[in-house]
């Protein structure tokens, strides 16, 4: 097997590239679809859920996928600089996809409320990290008009190559289950990741799949395509961040799950057009149905997700419960970034570390106490 290069190679004839164009890359993509053995058993459904773990990609979350192409396209362009506003995992990725490309990258983000794990990202990769006194929603405004006066070239989504390279998720999916899954879980803060997968999913099957199954998967066209359907899309937020199912901008957006503590999402028309067109729906969760799924995750499964991401886990077992999901069903939920990303919250939800002397026999009482407990 060809040594895996990147998302850019490996789906180049559908994306926007040519043979000139210089590819920036750091292999991101490629990311395991973990199907949850423990959790069906343990809510009693008859269901398959599988994880798409993309904390597991270079930066640790799924924005290498759009970062490679929005940088790719930025260096194909000229540019010498990248800015972006941030909840963090953006400002990580922009940072490392700038110093392989050896450009400048400027990052806004709200001052005191990004993980640490991102902050250390930015910083590491050495671009100059800019706090606002203010939120996500006030960076997303500020480097639009920044971009205006300025030669630096936006990298946040609604610069188009970012959804194009995000997209490509939907074609790893597809190809592992081979065909697309009945529900597609993911959370919302900005809504450019929805309409991503959303892309891959309608560039995946034929124009009768997906307007009236009138060829039933056998036209000409169809058999280049690699999917006979596309998912239904169930978008989650977190609820004192949740604009789209409020139906207006919230002002002073609050959540545990920083990543998505938006309050006017740039991509929402959109978002509200995948969902109509999927028959799907959005949900919302409060802050401690997102911790806690986030540890059952952890605990029964062994994936450690960033409380973002576990928002997509959290609204499917509601919905699940509610009955709005059939049993016999296939959901895959996105797992946007990983754990490490934000250690501060898991270190506070968790049991602290006991202390003991450097013997045998206290050590020897701590394991016979939790065995017990076994
Ligand atoms: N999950 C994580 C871990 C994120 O970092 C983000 C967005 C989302 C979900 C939501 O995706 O915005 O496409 O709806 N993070 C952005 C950032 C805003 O700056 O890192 P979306």
């Given at each position: 097997?060809?040594?895996?290069?990147?998302?850019?190679?490996?789906?180049?004839?559908?994306?926007?590239?040519?043979?000139?164009?210089?590819?920036?890359?750091?292999?991101?993509?490629?990311?395991?679809?973990?199907?949850?053995?423990?959790?069906?058993?343990?809510i009693k459904k008859n269901v398959r859920i599988?994880?798409?773990?993309?904390?597991?990609?270079?930066?640790?979350s799924f924005k290498d996928r759009g970062m490679t192409m929005a940088v790719t396209k930025a260096v194909e362009a000229g540019a010498r600089a990248i800015i972006c506003a941030s909840t963090g995992n953006t400002?990580?990725?922009?940072?490392?996809?700038?110093?392989?490309?050896?450009?400048?990258?400027?990052?806004l983000i709200p001052e005191g409320k990004i993980a640490?794990?991102?902050?250390?990202?930015a910083m590491m990769h050495g671009s100059v990290v800019i706090q606002i006194r203010g939120n996500f929603d006030d960076g997303m405004r500020l480097v639009q008009e920044l971009a205006k006066t300025t030669p630096v070239n936006i990298v946040n989504s609604i610069n188009p190559y970012r959804l194009q390279g995000q997209k490509t998720i939907a074609f790893e999916i597809i190809e592992a289950l081979g065909d697309?899954?009945?529900?597609?879980?993911?959370?919302?803060?900005?809504?450019g990741n929805i309409c991503a997968h959303w892309m891959g999913y309608s560039e995946s099957v034929c124009e009768h799949t997906r307007a009236c199954a009138l060829c039933n998967g056998k036209c000409e066209y169809h058999k280049e395509?690699?999917?006979?359907?596309?998912?239904?899309?169930?978008?989650?937020?977190?609820?004192?961040?949740a604009p789209i199912l409020r139906g207006r901008p919230v002002e002073n957006p609050e959540t545990v799950a920083t990543a998505i503590r938006i309050g006017n999402p740039v991509s929402w028309q959109q978002a509200l057009a995948a969902q109509k067109e999927s028959g799907g729906w959005f949900g919302e969760c409060t802050d401690e149905e997102i911790l806690h799924v986030q540890k059952l995750l952890a605990q029964?499964?062994?994936?450690?997700?960033?409380?973002?991401?576990?928002?997509s886990l959290a609204g499917l077992l509601k919905d699940l419960e509610l009955g709005k999901i059939g049993e016999g069903t296939t959901i895959v939920c996105t797992l946007t970034g990983h754990g490490l990303k934000d250690p501060d919250i898991a270190i506070a939800q968790s049991t602290r570390p006991m202390t003991v002397d450097a013997e045998l026999g206290p050590i020897e009482r701590v394991i016979r106490d939790n065995l017990k407990n076994i």
């Open positions: 097997m060809a040594h895996y290069t990147g998302l850019i190679e490996k789906y180049r004839d559908r994306l926007p590239v040519s043979a000139d164009t210089p590819i920036i890359s750091l292999n991101e993509g490629n990311t395991p679809l973990i199907e949850l053995k423990n959790l069906p058993r343990l599988y994880a798409k773990f993309e904390g597991l990609n270079p930066t640790g400002s990580a990725a922009a940072a490392a996809y700038a110093a392989r490309a050896g450009i400048a990258c400027f990052v640490l794990g991102k902050l250390s990202q697309a899954p009945d529900y597609h879980a993911l959370p919302v803060g900005n809504a395509k690699t999917a006979t359907r596309r998912p239904i899309m169930l978008g989650y937020q977190a609820s004192g961040s029964t499964e062994g994936i450690f997700c960033e409380p973002a991401s576990a928002i």
